[in-house]
């Protein structure tokens, strides 16, 4: 942790950050894709990217309003440069992990000097929460990291004797990137973690400069133009992105991933140790930090569905108490690098122990495919697949779409029958019924059915076997006119 009085010297000032982006990234490109989440995010992104749409996201071709484009468009730059690799896909939670380290050298080295930015950053990298969050590829650090720096630019905005305009439109222009991130909760949460302070304070003229004209101009020009673009093109878009995907998904039981009330106050000691084993002692310092805590964990904790990355807004607030708390302590060192040796090893240990992703079976379907071949998918959401596999035409999904209809809830299945509501022509493409799969099997061209084994249509022939699923053949029937 502690770096030579020589050498210090020579670095400048805020070198902490560029080694926190180092460490992010030495092993970031390491495991194969994880599924659902990363082959679904990636997957998009890699289609706005090959059909040249940089405003529609889209599932399997047809249009994704789940969550905004932010993400999608990091990556797509990502993939620009480096290809559809595992760590292009990743390129947003990287940054969002950036970002977040960013704003905590910002709050620490406000509250005290260099020094305590460094240690704070210091901990904050060796977090396994942050450093594999900071590594897997869904919106919530990359959201993470901008509703940090959205609360750290209006502290800073608001810490002087006077109010200071450009740190208040920075914190505009975060939250407007937050929204665009991952949707309201960009600026929800700074909302709820900066207003309640200055009401008990009674610092009325804050209050008062917060919405300044100019603060809601940069959130205005950043985040309407591309809803109010999906809401143009698609007009229940705001119904399906704001009132579903938003307030219902809050306030209803029927989504996945129930959890009870307490979930997050066991998942961010657990998910932080060895560091917080100092949490009681960290906790006991109080302050903003305490609260800047409980409102994200209390704001997370009454929806049903839970989620572990819905809680690294917090992240930040419990780098600073955990630092100060370690500050002078027995063990601190060592216990700071037994957390980074569990950080480095959890990466290969991921990739050697955790589930594989459809990388092979996407080369041998590329390999295989020729103009006017159709590919068919069942059984799971292969969500990666056409990034694998680099399928210029997205696959045809078979399933029972009238029973998922029916049966409601929140899954794979689910997602694409709500994307195929904005587009029911690609919907009818891509969402083939066992009635539509009879009468595609006659007509001209192969047809690849990819499906674990257990989901094998009768006839089908075997052509691969991949690690988590199985590519066959779909032969014509010998009963075809």
Known sequence: MRIPDTWRHRLPPAWPLLALALWLLALAGLRPVALPDEGRYGGVAWEMLDSGSWLTPTLFGMPYFHKPPLMYWVDMLAMQWLGPTPLALRAAPLLGGWLLGLALWIEARAQGGVDAARRALAWLAVLPLFYLGAQYANHDMLVAGWISLAVVCARQALRGERPHLGWLCAAWASMALALLSKGLIGVVLPGLVVLPGLVLQRRWRALGFLPHPLGLAVFAVIALPWMLEMQQR??????????????????????????????????????????SLRAVRALRQGGFALWWIVAIVAFFSLPRSKLVGYVLPALLPWALLLARAWVGQRGERLVWAASALLCALAVPAIAHWGAPDHADLGAALRA?????????????????????????????????????????????????????????AAGERVLWTPERLGRERCASGRIWLVAPPADALPGAQAVFSGRRASLYRLPRPDNCP
């Open 234 to 275: 698609y007009p229940g878009f705001f119904d399906y992105f704001i009132i579903e995907q938003h307030f219902h998904r809050y306030t209803e039981a029927r989504f996945n991933n129930a959890q009870p009330l307490w979930f997050f106050l066991v998942v961010l000691p657990l998910a932080t140790l060895p560091a």
């Open 368 to 424: 295989r495919l020729a103009p006017g071949d159709t590919v068919l998918l069942t059984g799971e959401p292969f969500f990666d697949l056409r990034l694998q596999a680099g399928l210029s035409h997205p696959p045809a999904v078979l399933a029972d779409w009238d029973a998922v209809r029916r049966q409601g809830g929140d899954n794979w299945q689910r997602e694409l029958l709500d994307a195929a509501r904005f587009d029911p």
